[in-house]
Nanobody, 124 residues
Framework: QVQLVESGGDLVQPGGSLRLSCAAS????????MAWFRQAPGKEREIVAG????????YYADSAKGRFTISRDNAKTTVYLQMNSLKPEDTAVYYC?????????????????WGQGTQVTVSS
């Protein structure tokens, strides 16, 4: 079993930046496809970005392209989400997810393991 712990969420002004981290433990990190999802109040959980096992492939939702960057450090068993030019509509709980057998653009149902989430609020 793998355990995921997110951190880095905060209150930030529009145009600001945040870096989210997701630390994994309990299983060979290099065998995991990783992704970031988010869920705003009253909305469905949606994928933000995904990354393949050795960072060869990355996926970004249209809302994230050009502003967010997903990366991973397999030695540190951590995946990151650098978020720049944040907008109020980015406000949500951000979740890290892991899977041993899915593609990087898969929907939430394809991921078996989730972190507890970290709140990102973009507001002036």
């Amino acid at each position: 079993q793998v355990q995921l712990v997110e951190s880095g969420g905060d209150l930030v002004q529009p145009g600001g930046s945040l870096r989210l981290s997701c630390a994994a433990s309990g299983r060979a990190f290099g065998s995991l496809v990783m992704a970031w999802f988010r869920q705003a109040p009253g909305k469905e959980r949606e994928i933000v970005a995904g990354i393949s096992r050795y960072s060869l492939y990355k996926y970004y939702a249209d809302s994230a392209k050009g502003r967010f960057t997903i990366s991973r450090d397999n030695a540190k068993t951590t995946v990151y989400l650098q978020m720049n030019s944040l907008k109020p509509e980015d406000t949500a709980v951000y979740y890290c997810a892991a899977s041993t057998s899915t593609t990087i653009d898969s929907p939430p149902a394809a991921y078996a393991t989730w972190g507890q989430g970290t709140q990102v609020t973009v507001s002036s």
